[in-house]
């Protein structure tokens, strides 16, 4: 009997034929994350994403509380979903862009395996190239000075 193989990241929603009929957007009412990914995919990736969606997420009813994700990345398919929190004036594109360039680290930068049910996605390997990006730090501090307004 041959031996499934492991993939790297769950999928976003098993693939039925729904799959193909999401809407899968990418203009925001502030930001179009298209033209953002194809910058960075060309600028700091040598063009080597190929086929991916980035698109907005879903608006949540509530604001969370304690924690907060800005994006989320699906390797088997493809997408990058980018929290639709950060469509707003008061977030600056340099933000975003960082935000959806850690995402797209994750589809080139190998997870370590810690044990059968566990694995560290920010490896040092990550962290290092995640610092490499210009506006790292500013945008760290921003994060840092501003998820209360993410935060309920």
């Given at each position: 009997m041959a031996k499934k193989k492991k993939t790297k990241r769950k999928l976003a929603h098993p693939k039925?034929?729904?799959?193909g009929q999401?809407?899968?957007?990418?203009e925001g009412t502030h930001f179009d994350l298209r033209p953002i990914f194809d910058d960075l995919n060309q600028r700091y990736f040598h063009g080597r994403l190929r086929h991916y969606n980035v698109i907005w997420g879903r608006r949540r009813k509530h604001r969370p509380r304690e924690y907060f994700v800005f994006g989320t990345i699906q390797e088997e398919d493809r997408i990058i979903r980018i929290n639709p929190a950060l469509d707003q004036p008061f977030v600056p594109l340099w933000f975003l862009r960082y935000v959806l360039y850690h995402e797209m680290l994750h589809s080139v930068v190998p997870d370590e395996t810690l044990s059968r049910s566990r694995r560290r996605?920010?490896?040092?390997e990550f962290n290092r190239r995640e610092r490499e990006?210009?506006?790292?730090?500013?945008a760290r501090r921003w994060e840092e000075e501003n998820l209360s307004r993410f935060l309920r």
């Open positions: 039925l034929p729904m799959q999401l809407d899968l957007r990418h996605v920010h490896t040092e990006f210009p506006s790292y730090r500013r």
